[in-house]
Structure formats: C-alpha cells, structure tokens
C-alpha cells in the first residue's frame, strides 16, 4: 500500500510518500500555516507533491497537523475521545485537489477532562495511535506536552501541558530567567526535579505551588545560593517535574509510560520518571507518524469498501 | 518626630518628608533604580530631597526598596528571618550624603522554606513591619505577591510568588493569552479560581497542575467553549487562585488574611479568599510603608542610646 502525506504544521511543510511503514521519498520545506495565507494551501502542496500525484495515481492523500485547524487549509472540526483509528478515519474533511481527486484532513480530538473544562491536539491523535501502545499511558513532549491514555487501541482522554511553552517564555522574555549564563551546567535539571516534588508527591504533603517554586529559582540565584549556569537547566527540570506532577495525579501512576520522542528530549523524561519508579519506552515521533497514518488510511479504505 | 524617606523602587523614585505617621511633603519622579547608572544615586537623591536635608538637619534619613539591590545605589544584604523592627534597623547599611550626614538603607529579608530553597523581599518587609498584625497572615499583592506569617511583631517567614509577572508574560507573549480580546469581561476571573480549584483543596483530591489548567485556556477558546473577553480575566483567576492553594498549603488556612493593597487589586483577594471562607482586612500600601519606616526609624534611634 503506497499512501501520500503532507505533515503539515505551524512552521513547518513535510511531505511523504509512503509505502506500507516505509518512506520512500520526501520534501520539506518552511511553508508552515503560519507563512501561509487562506487560498495558498493547494498551490504549496501541489507544488510540493504533484508529482507523487502524477506518479501514484491511486495513493490516497493525508494532511494532518495544524493544516486542519482554523488557520490551515480548512477548519476540519475536532473528533470528540473516545477515539481509534476508524473514529478519526470517519471524521476526515475532504479538500480539491486537481481533476476530482481529493486529499482528506486528519481532524484532532477534543475531550472533557472536568465538567466545563475542555482539552484538544491537532496531530499528536495521529502519532499516538502509531504508538504501538493499545492500553496504557502515552507522554508526546513538545512545546505542549500530551500525555495519553490508550484503552482498547483508542484514545480514551488525554491532557495537555504548556511545559515547552512556559519554559520558551521564562527564557526569553522573565525577569525569573533573565539571569541565566551559558554554559548550562545540566545538574541544575536534578535541582529542579528536586523542588518540583515540593509541588507533588502522595497525597497529605504540602504544595507549596508551582509559581513560588519559580520564584524560588530568581531567589536563589539573587541570594547568591545558585550558579547562573543552573538556572535554565533548572528551570526545565521542575516545570518537568511538575508536568509529571499533573500527570501521575490525573492518570495515577502506571507502571511504564511511551515517550514520542527522540533524544535528547526523551532522556529528560527517561530520568525524570524513573525517579518515580516508572519505566519507559521511546517510539521515534516520525515512524509513530507514519504508523499512525497506515492505521487511519487502512481504515478509511475499509470504510469505503 | 520628623523623618526623610526614599522609596526608591525598580522604575520610581518616591520622597516623603514625614512627621510622626503622616506625609507633609512628598516629591516623584521616575528616576527608578533600573534608569541609573552606579554612581548616580547621591545626585539624584539630592537634587530631589535636598532642601528638606537642609530644612530638618536632625531628621533621620531612610532608604528602602530596589536602591539596596546589587543594582542600586549600594548592596544591602538580606537580614534572615525571623526579623522585627529591631533586626531590620541593626542591618542597615549607610551611605554618604554630605558633610558627614547618611542616609540608611533598609535592608531585604531573606528565608529558608526548605532546606536548599530560599526566598527573598526587598520592600515589603518594611509594608508588613507597618502592616499592624503581629500575629497573623499578610498578603502584599504585586508582580510578586509575598504572603508572610507574622509571629511576635516580627516576620516569622514568607514565600514569593510570581503571579503578576506571570500574568504579564502570558498576555503579552503566550499562545495561551493571544486570542484575549476587550473589552473583558470579569466574569472570567470566578471561572478561573474555580479551575484552580481543580489544582488546591484538601488532601487526597487530583491535582492536575497549573501548566495543564494553562493550557485548557487556550483550549476552551480554540474548541469554541470560551469567548475570547473571559480569557484574561480567567488567566488572572487561576493564576490568583493557584498563589492561594500554595499559600494556604504552606501556612495553613487561617481565619482572617490582611491584603497590603489599594482597589482594585485588593478587590480580587479578597473575592478570591471569600471562596475559601476566609475574612480579609485591607491596608492601604503606603500607610504601610510609612508606619514600617516610623518603627524602624525608632528602634534605630532607641538602639544608639
């Protein structure tokens, strides 16, 4: 089975052709959604991919990422959890592409985690399906972390973390990040493992919560108590922590949990949960991609037939 | 009793003439410690004090706030709590003005919340040391909210946390806070201290963390659940309601908490803590001030006899 596919992000153009689990060509370019205005999405993807059109006459054709959401090619609605395969296969919005043929935008999903409280991905339903995991806890970093739960090979809720985001921002633009030197000394990230469990743990400790614990950081580097070299690595460390928190809290805390991830992000949390107990597997983001595809398109032909 | 006060911060400059607790004479400027160079302090605190150091030749001269930071006009190191008014006078540091005559800078408070974890201030402990509690629980709102316990007259210990600050890098640089739109509607503020709610509370609930909370922000607006006017009055709820649950976790929940802010700042607290069944007195910032400097200048005088 030969499919076509366009990962389509924020910044970001990939495209690739696929057989079976295997990529046998590809583009890349920085077309994301954000360089793009309303009408140009069909030009840049014929340009990038038309000829695996011409080549392949019969591949279907997926998009998936942020070229579904309001700001892509066409707004294609969030799919509501619980979700597998055949449920996001079923909820794809057909575009044009040239002589009748279409591609179809894989949609995200939505879930309730509380009443009144909402939670949404837009890409990661397409990489954490293709995750090999058919049961069990599934953590996708990024600059906002997913974490997963798989029961019976769907997608049964999930929860998203600003962790990337939160850290990008004390960086560049807080007064709590603003001291920080080069070179990193990456015992810092231990460091902040170590207060975020001031912010966690079992139930009857104190919380003491988490924008203290940032202060804490400016605190002590302008108390003299911590290098300027530890600070972003601390930084990282506990707003991870804390994102592992949340996490054990909402899931409970399972035996072993899949990082979509490659190194060096995967080995962050490797060494953050194995300090609770908690083993780990890594799934490579794009073969998980690609898996994730093959399962959409295999049951958006069964659906057909 | 007569005394000259500059409460010089990070981008103001404040003269006071005071006399027993009340201003008679006052001058400003934005000559902030962030807008001098080293060297510049004396000049700008005699061009804008200087006749009153002429007109009160015995007046005590105090300077409290930002000036006494590694970027002020001169390093004075933090006292360590437990500190009363007594503490604060004995570790002031003088500086030069002319012919002989100084001016003292009151110094910051340092703590240890826990072992390896410090905080610091540098200017409230001079609002709480007038804040009127000797026992109890103050809160001094801001771009980094102080909660302190109060024991004896003396500041016992505090935690910092970077509420406000937070709060502006979310409006003016997240994802999160982009899609805020006016006008706002407050009724946000109350949704967001009940998702914080889904982050506090008593022992053996979930506790989803506050970058999950973050997010689901962003997610209710872009699944549509929330109109965009609620989305910075709910930043400023959870962002509030998250500094209480750690308070109240760090010092237990008490009866009454005094609020070191002008409306409509004090407002929020006071709203916020109502929820939790908490009684709340306000004080008005600058009363504070000048009631704090009042016993420091006096247990500076009564230690030189």
New interface residues.
Partial sequence: MRFIVADWGTTRFRGYLVENETIIDEVSSEEGVSALQSGQHRDVFMRQCGRWLEAEPDAPVLLVGMVG??EGWVMAP?ASCPAGPADVAAAMIPVELENGRKAHIVPGL?CE??P?????MRGEETLVLGSGVEDGIVCSPGT?PKWIEMRGGRVQRF?????G??YA??R?????GRPATEPEDPKGFD?GL??AA???GD??????????L???A???V??G?MATGLLAPYLSGL?TG??I???L??FGKPASVTILADAPRADLYIHALARHGIATQVRAPREALIAGLARIVRAHAQAKN
Same sequence: chains 1, 2.
Avoid: C
Wanted: charged fraction near 20%; aromatic fraction near 6%; glycine fraction near 10%.
């Fill in positions: 959401s309001r969030y939505t985690p509380a009144g409280a909402y939670d949404v906002h929860a998203t973390y600003m962790t985001e939160m921002l004390l560049e633009h807080s007064m709590i460091l170590d207060a001031r912010n966690g139930t009857g400790e104190r919380r003491v919560g988490l924008l203290h940032l202060f804490g400016r605190a002590a302008v108390s108590h707003l804390d994102e928190n949340g996490a809290s909402q």
